[in-house]
């Protein structure tokens, strides 16, 4: 059974920096493409950034230059680096395996995990 576990949100200041970790179970990790999500209160979820297995990555225009995605295969573990972060940039992060042949970078399991939650604010 696939279980995502978000970690490293919290309060940081606009300008700050945060990197937040995502730990995958019960799936083949290496295999899948994976990616982050976010939702900001009152909004749909939406793409943040998605790695596949070889380590090609894709951004949503709005994270691009500031936001950088990375994986460890050996550690099961996919990370979302956060620098020069924008109250804009409130949201819960979730990470999911993607769908990578489309643009949307759909997700593909339906149970998520609880998500972590960062807050841009002075």
């Known amino acids: 059974q696939v279980q995502l576990v978000e970690s490293g949100g919290g309060l940081v200041q606009p300008g700050g920096s945060l990197r937040l970790s995502c730990a995958a179970s019960g799936i083949l990790f290496r295999t899948y493409p994976m990616a982050w999500y976010r939702q900001a209160p009152g909004k749909q979820r939406e793409l943040v950034a998605g790695i596949t297995s070889g380590g090609s990555t894709n951004y949503a225009d709005s994270v691009k230059g500031r936001f950088t995605i990375s994986r460890d295969s050996a550690e099961n573990t996919v990370f979302l680096q956060m620098n020069s972060l924008k109250p804009e940039d409130t949201a819960v992060y979730y990470c999911?395996?993607?769908?990578?042949?489309?643009?949307?970078?759909?997700?593909?399991?339906?149970?998520w995990g609880q998500g972590t939650p960062v807050t841009v604010s002075s």
């Open positions: 999911n395996a993607a769908d990578a042949r489309n643009a949307k970078w759909s997700p593909l399991f339906q149970k």
